[in-house]
């Protein structure tokens, strides 16, 4: 069980948007559509943005989108702000009740 | 309001036992699986395992199978992460968060964490 492949880092300046992918296999994202996105501020808990590939829970802006394509989900953040600046999670289930995470990714607002 | 609340930092030696907890509230306990995810001091999340409160059923991931043991008490809405002998490399913030209340297959409410710090 190997955790989801992010890219360290993206960066983008206000107004603009920012696409963070997150690659599995065709054991997780691939298969199950129970991929899900979370935010972390530095000092802090992380945040639910997405559920279920591309569901928003109550509160979290429609600036904050979700997809997959095989076995790569997609995090899109459109209308950059200062405050998106955070790092973000992927996950997927991976059967047997067991979730995985991805690697991670640094946002930059420039 | 959905809440978990866990206890507080703590500073252990390597071979020592330690229990730490997160009470919930705000739902029903015994209906919702809860995680317990490590984060490691500058790295990123790790799903260790998950807790169904309402028969004490676990999972855990395969890394920490056999490291740690997770289990829940209903009658005080409590969750617990235990281990019966830290090592250093046990040192890490540790968040619980419960999985599904308001939505499916993820964790969508989160503890402040607890910071655990093993050092001789």
């Known amino acids: 069980q190997s955790a989801l492949t992010q890219p360290p880092s993206a960066s983008g300046s206000p107004g603009q948007s920012v696409t963070i992918s997150c690659t599995g296999t065709s054991s997780d994202v691939g298969y199950y559509k129970y991929v899900s996105w979370y935010q972390q501020h530095p000092g802090k808990a992380p945040k639910l943005l997405i559920y279920d590939v591309s569901k928003r829970p109550s509160g979290v802006p429609d600036r904050f989108s979700g997809s997959t394509s095989g076995n790569t989900a997609s995090l899109t953040v459109s209308g950059l702000q200062a405050e998106d600046e955070a790092d973000y999670y992927c996950?997927?289930?991976?059967?047997?009740?067991?979730?995985?995470f991805g690697t991670g990714t640094k946002v930059t607002v420039l | 309001e959905v809440q978990l609340v866990q206890s507080g930092a703590e500073v252990k030696k390597p071979g020592e036992s330690l229990r730490i907890s997160c009470k919930a509230s705000g739902y029903s306990f015994i209906t919702y699986w809860i995680g317990w995810v490590r984060q490691m001091p500058g790295k990123g999340l790790e799903c260790m395992g998950i807790v169904y409160p309402g028969d004490s059923t676990t999972r855990y991931s395969p890394s920490f199978q056999g490291q740690v043991t997770i289990s829940a008490d209903t009658s005080i809405n409590t969750a617990y992460l235990q281990w019966t002998s830290l090592k250093a490399s046990d040192t890490a913030m540790y968040y619980c968060?419960?999985?599904?209340?308001?939505?499916?297959?993820?964790?969508?409410?989160w503890g402040q964490g607890t910071m655990i710090t093993v050092s001789s």
């Open positions: 996950s997927s289930y991976a059967g047997s009740y067991s979730y995985v």
């Open positions: 968060a419960s999985l599904g209340v308001e939505v499916t297959d993820a964790f969508d409410f």
